[in-house]
């Protein structure tokens, strides 16, 4: 373990590589290595930045804070005691991949299957894009692990299968590996030194530093790596910003921040704003004269309050205290989208329901994935027209010929995609004389087969839809009388209002088919 740590301190005192963007391309210059670069803009006030005295003071109250409360995660485990730096390497970025808009929790499980199956970079390269997508169902946001998936071939067919030992090599050779992603594998897998920002360092940095304005915006963006770089700790780079990302994950959250638990309380001057206003209230609720001086230390304010870029253009909002930091733009609304989505049903020789499946093209959304036939809705029209369409297009699929009588109406199904709101508009038909028929880029399901095939959240809703509705027309009550179960398919006012499944269903945790059919069972 000694060699292996002096390997690192070796690694850790290398210079991060500057970027060579220039400032009027500020696009790319976002993009650019995360290191300490002549194009980060310092912050216009001293009050939005750290005197240097106070740095070490920060870095060892949160690192001795970490050393004690870090969670035992294991993709730490292998960045502090793997000694091969290939898998070392290979195995961070993995899990900053998986942890991308997913919660730890949820990664856990995922990534120790993940590297016992593909322990290394040679062994994920191997794998088809359908292996990756079926080991990834459940994570969401699928195009991840084909990413991951195209960065591992091309480090065998192109690099010797040798992973990317800087930050800037990590950025511009693997896809998917932003500017965050790098400087959180190169700091903590190759011990290089330099601050990672991502939402949690956003939070604490814009509460420490009492940063308001939009935290998207290109100067809260550049003040947040000017600071990060500032004080990442140059002996534990890696340690530091895990150390940040933690405060912000368990302590200094979004909301119910635990200021009482914070290592950096007394560095923080949104803590500190919180505190004197609570303290002139109680003295004004007790009658006491303001002249009586305050227990706690006040703090300087912007000089360019107003005209400063950092500074919150929106008054403090007293209930909120520490929570008025940092402030985000309103959330643009996703894209509507409607989809036509047919079940093409037949039965297998036990007479059990088998499902037709198609593949999406191998880029864009759900790149590779399996779904059911689909058709993109652009126009509104009539119920007629859309068993037309679909009609078509199943028969041009099979080569078959089928009549528009046969297609039922089941519903519909909403899902959220991170930029789209899909509705898909959902029919069915069973097959008979024609049902051995399967063409390229098709595959018949069944029930249980569909449980490990790489499909997508939404395939499970349509699903569950489905089933929801073959519940039989009747049935008998506790009380033993007989009532008419109005199926979708028989009520007229049910199909006009074209149930939808409960926006509640549509959150992205992504749940096991079989839970589904359980669910549908027991309605």
């Not at 963007?21 to 930045?49: E, F, I, L, M, R």
């Not at 895990?242 to 949104?270: D, F, I, N, Y």
């Not at 010929?401 to 089941?410: G, M, R, T």
Request: net charge positive; with cysteine.
């Amino acid at each position: 373990m000694s060699r292996f740590r002096s390997v690192i301190n070796n690694g850790k005192r290398a210079a991060v590589e500057m970027e060579e963007t220039k400032p009027k391309k500020k696009k790319k210059a976002q993009k650019g290595c995360p290191g300490n670069s002549p194009q980060d803009t310092t912050p216009v006030s001293t009050y939005h930045t750290f005197h240097d005295p106070d740095i070490a003071s920060l870095r060892s109250r949160l690192l001795n804070w970490y050393d004690k409360e870090k969670r035992e995660l294991p993709w730490r485990t292998v960045a502090m005691a793997e000694p091969d730096i290939n898998i070392r390497t290979y195995a961070v970025w993995v899990s900053e991949i998986m942890l991308q808009q997913t919660q730890v929790a949820t990664v856990k499980e995922f990534y120790n299957k993940w590297m016992k199956r593909w322990p290394t970079v040679q062994d994920l390269a191997a794998a088809t894009l359908e292996d990756v997508n079926q080991m990834w169902a459940g994570l969401g946001y699928y195009s991840r692990g084909k990413r991951l998936h195209e960065g591992a071939q091309k480090v065998v067919l192109e690099l010797n299968g040798q992973m990317p030992q800087t930050v800037d090599s990590l950025l511009k050779q693997l896809p998917g590996v932003g500017r965050y992603t790098a400087a959180a594998v190169g700091s903590i897998a190759l011990g290089q030194v330099t601050g990672a920002v991502d939402g949690n360092v956003i939070r604490v940095l814009c509460r420490l530093r009492a940063i308001g304005a939009d935290s998207t915006s290109p100067p809260v963006t550049d003040a947040m790596w000017h600071l990060a770089n500032k004080l990442v700790d140059p002996e534990r780079p890696g340690d530091f910003n895990q150390a940040m990302m933690e405060l912000g994950a368990r302590v200094c959250t979004p909301k119910g921040a635990l200021c009482s638990q914070c290592p950096l309380q007394s560095h923080c001057h949104s803590y500190c704003k919180v505190n004197v206003k609570q303290e002139k209230n109680s003295k004004k609720l007790l009658g006491k004269r303001d002249s009586v001086s305050s227990t706690l230390p006040d703090i300087e304010d912007c000089m360019h309050s107003g005209a400063c870029p950092l500074c919150p253009t929106e008054p403090w909002i007293h209930e909120l205290g520490v929570q008025n930091f940092p402030r985000k733009p309103a959330k643009k609304p996703p894209r509507v989208e409607r989809t036509l989505t047919c079940l093409v049903i037949r039965s297998d020789q036990e007479g059990e329901n088998e499902f037709l499946l198609t593949q999406r093209p191998s880029k864009g959304l759900l790149a590779g994935m399996w779904e059911f036939p689909s058709l993109q809705l652009d126009v509104e029209n009539s119920e007629t027209k859309q068993k037309g369409a679909l009609c078509a297009e199943i028969c041009r699929m099979l080569g078959i010929c089928l009549a528009e009588s046969l297609f039922q109406y089941v519903g519909e199904v909403v899902h959220i995609f991170s930029h789209i709101r899909q509705t898909y508009v959902v029919y069915s038909v069973c097959l008979k004389g024609d049902a051995d028929t399967q063409t390229r880029n098709t595959q018949w399901l069944s029930k249980p087969a569909l449980q490990g095939a790489a499909v997508s959240t939404a395939v499970k809703k349509i699903v569950q839809l489905y089933e929801s509705v073959q519940s039989p027309n009747e049935h008998t009550s506790k009380t033993g009388k007989q009532h008419r179960n109005t199926g979708i398919k028989n009520d007229k006012r049910l199909s006009s209002k074209k149930t939808k499944v409960s926006r509640a269903s549509s959150r992205t945790t992504q749940l096991s088919l079989s839970s589904f059919f359980n669910t549908a069972t027991r309605k």
